[in-house]
């Protein structure tokens, strides 16, 4: 069974607006959470991630949330771009030992 | 939902031994298989795509004499580290995708490898 779930396969989002990515897991174990980015042909490369201890992590124009009671994880793009434009995974592991992938979310930002 | 697997999920080798990674898709039909490497800051590098019955297209700078793969059924894909050394040491991830559905990928558990 999946441990980690993105139950919107794709998303559309005007330029300017919030793009916001939902991310839900069943493993309460877990205590380290990543986003990543994915551009076709190639590997996803890391975008933020955040631990148990916090609820909140914010790197530029990126936020994650995470809500431990309802094992959800959000990522929160403000304002999106049209570069924003990719698949978004997911992951999450316990301990920073091996990632557990959620099945990704594909982001279109249009003009 | 979908599953993937990975055997092993931990491997210690001697250098010079190879070794081989097992990807399985558990209830679907992977036509399409990727493997990946993880390197430091958490980023996976897309080594190779493979299709069901083809041969597998590597990324540029992986070497196929060194990194063979093989997709020989709609549900396995495997991995062989020929001659591996200290610096294959990594976290090789396989993710598979089925038919439609090219933009989903299920990504399997990893595995972890250690060369000596």
């Known amino acids: 069974d999946q441990q980690v779930k993105q139950n919107s396969p794709s998303l559309s989002v005007q330029e300017g607006r919030i793009s916001i990515l939902n991310c839900d897991y069943t493993?309460?174990?877990?205590?380290?959470f990543l986003w990543y980015k994915k551009y076709p042909a190639e590997g996803p490369t890391f975008l933020i991630s955040?631990?148990?201890?916090?609820d909140k992590n914010e790197d530029g124009r990126f936020t994650v949330f995470l809500n431990k009671s309802a094992k959800h994880l959000s990522l929160h793009i403000v304002p999106s771009q049209p570069g924003d434009s990719a698949v978004y995974f997911c992951?999450?592991?316990?301990?920073?030992?091996?990632?557990?992938f959620g099945t990704g979310t594909r982001l279109q930002v249009f003009p | 939902g979908a599953v993937v697997s990975q055997h092993p999920s931990r491997v210690i080798c001697k250098s010079g031994t190879s070794v081989k990674i097992e990807c399985r898709s558990l209830?679907?039909?992977?036509?399409?298989m990727f493997w990946y490497r993880q390197f430091p800051k958490q980023s996976l590098m897309l080594m190779a795509t493979?299709?069901?019955?083809?041969?597998?297209?590597?990324e540029q700078g992986v070497e196929k004499d060194k990194f063979l793969i093989n997709h020989a059924s709609l549900t396995l894909s495997t991995l062989t580290v020929t001659s591996a050394h200290p610096e294959d040491s990594s976290f090789y991830i396989c993710?598979?995708?089925?038919?439609?559905?090219?933009?989903?990928?299920?990504f399997g558990p990893g595995t972890r490898l250690l060369v000596l």
């Open positions: 209830d679907f039909q992977a036509t399409t």
């Open positions: 493979s299709n069901e019955g083809s041969k597998a297209t590597y």
């Open positions: 493993n309460s174990m877990f205590d380290y």
């Open positions: 992951a999450a592991s316990v301990a920073t030992d091996k990632l557990i």
């Open positions: 993710s598979a995708s089925s038919s439609g559905e090219q933009e989903t990928q299920y």
């Open positions: 955040i631990s148990s201890i916090k």
